[in-house]
């Protein structure tokens, strides 16, 4: 597995700019006594073709972390920027877009529309950004993840699995800045979970692509280059190029740790 490092001065060994990059971010729901503290200033940069796993115990905040990155909420107070765009304060129909255009999402259900094609369900973010739907670039984004007899069938014909496969060629097939995983493993057997996480992995290794991935799974997150871990909105430790057992081990510490009476 290849990994890739960082450099002191805000750029990736690549040379380009960060690929996401918080700076302060918190995310709070509610007002008072009542608040809920999602993200407690999240500063974390990550370099362009690298492969993040982010774990934590429940109720840390990894959700919202991706959701806040993605652009797909809002953080209360700090800085997001994808690509070097800040999208912290962009207006909807900006934001919109730039999702569709630049990034890509992959989640523990598949979400594919039942009624389409593979090849549709993949050519989506096209058509959805406006624009013709590219036969070529659907066809290669499904080659890419052994899929490309599978064009003419419809989700309910496939296995979870392939179903997953559709979900990542959909992701990639307008080659985003970055990709954002939610529990892509969630709901797959163990062999299957590591043909979907090395599909991820080669997209970092093969084809350039960030790769930010949440995940409950030791096993998931010790494909990436880096994992980090969350408790209570703040991020608090990483590990660079672990093993499962060294993944499981600091869970296992955190997961104690959030469990004092003491915790913050």
């Not at 920027?81 to 255009?101: C, K, P």
């Not at 992701?171 to 299957?192: H, M, R």
């Not at 930010?212 to 590990?239: I, N, Q």
Request: aromatic share 4%; charged share 20%.
């Amino acid at each position: 597995m290849s990994r890739r490092g960082e450099q002191g001065d805000g750029r990736s060994r690549e040379g380009g700019a960060w690929a996401v990059e918080l700076r302060g971010v918190r995310r709070q729901y509610g007002r008072g006594a009542g608040a809920v503290h999602a993200l407690r200033g999240i500063d974390l940069t990550l370099p362009r073709g690298t492969f993040t796993a982010v774990m934590g115990p429940s109720g840390s905040g990894k959700s919202t972390f991706l959701q806040c990155a993605a652009g797909l909420d809002r953080p209360t107070g700090g800085t997001v920027r994808v690509g070097g765009t800040d999208i912290t304060r962009m207006r909807e129909s900006r934001l919109t877009a730039l999702r569709r255009e630049r990034l890509g999402f992959v989640f523990q259900a598949f979400n594919l529309l039942p009624s389409l094609t593979v090849e549709q369900n993949v050519a989506l973010p096209m058509r959805l950004a406006g624009q013709r739907a590219d036969r070529r670039r659907t066809a290669e984004a499904l080659g890419q993840v052994g899929l490309g007899g599978h064009a003419g069938r419809r989700p309910g014909q496939l296995s979870g699995g392939q179903q997953q496969r559709v979900a990542i060629a959909r992701a990639l097939v307008t080659g985003p800045d970055v990709v954002f995983a939610d529990e892509p493993t969630g709901a797959l057997d163990a062999g299957t979970a590591a043909e979907v996480l090395a599909l991820l992995r080669h997209a970092v290794d093969g084809l350039g692509t960030t790769v930010v991935m949440v995940t409950h799974d030791p096993v998931a997150a010790a494909w990436a280059d880096r994992v980090l871990f969350l408790t209570d909105g703040a991020l608090t430790d990483s590990l660079e190029s672990p093993s499962p057992a060294q993944v499981a081990a600091r869970m296992a510490a955190l997961t104690g740790r959030a469990h004092q009476p003491d915790a913050a």
